[in-house]
């Protein structure tokens, strides 16, 4: 049985099913093989833009996994698939509790407390931890694209040049550094 939570949002910035499994002990091999399975499933649904887990520490069970959408809609139709229903049927004996699934939308996703016990951090620390995320990158890719506009000026265009920066740093904040500095700051974050 899931429990399933929307969090509502006045715009579409995409969503994230957040999935926390806590596994039985002897049975990690088992469900890293239908890890596998079941992201494989869900990179094939529309609107599907990638997946993050992070696996427990030596000697603990639990696993959390961000399943990303374009929007709430692809986000609702893989959860509510047939093919997700069928894998999760496969695993359950091996779950020591039932999988809780909730979808956050937007940049709320790396401020959702890690545990019911967390506190929602502030929005002064929010403020805080994105920006300084997204300062450093906003000076160090346009230097990084610079070569590249020198050698086609097509793609140095006012306007063209912004959109490959904006959407390179995007990238690099949604998938490769805000997961890493949330994790690092938590502790002070959700206190």
Do not use: N
């Amino acid at each position: 049985m899931s429990t399933h939570q929307l969090k509502p949002t006045d715009h579409c910035d995409g969503a994230t099913i957040q999935i926390h499994h806590r596994v039985r002990p002897g049975a990690a091999d088992r469900y890293e093989t239908w890890l596998r399975q079941i992201i494989e499933a869900a990179g094939r649904f529309p609107g599907h833009q990638g997946v993050h887990i992070l696996r427990p520490p030596e000697g603990h069970h639990d696993y959390e996994i961000a399943v990303r959408f374009a929007s709430d809609d692809d986000a609702r139709r893989w959860r509510e698939s047939a093919e997700r229903r069928e894998l999760m049927a496969t695993i359950q004996g091996d779950l020591q509790q039932a999988e809780r699934v909730e979808i956050v939308s937007g940049i709320d996703y790396w401020f959702t407390p890690p545990t019911p016990a967390s506190r929602q951090p502030t929005r002064w620390k929010q403020w805080l931890v994105t920006t300084s995320v997204i300062w450093p990158l906003t000076i160090i890719v346009p230097l990084l694209w610079q070569p590249l506009f020198g050698l086609l000026p097509l793609l140095g265009t006012w306007g063209i040049r912004h959109g490959l920066i904006a959407a390179t740093i995007v990238a690099l904040v949604v998938y490769v550094v805000m997961p890493r500095v949330v994790k690092l700051v938590a502790p002070w974050l959700f206190r």
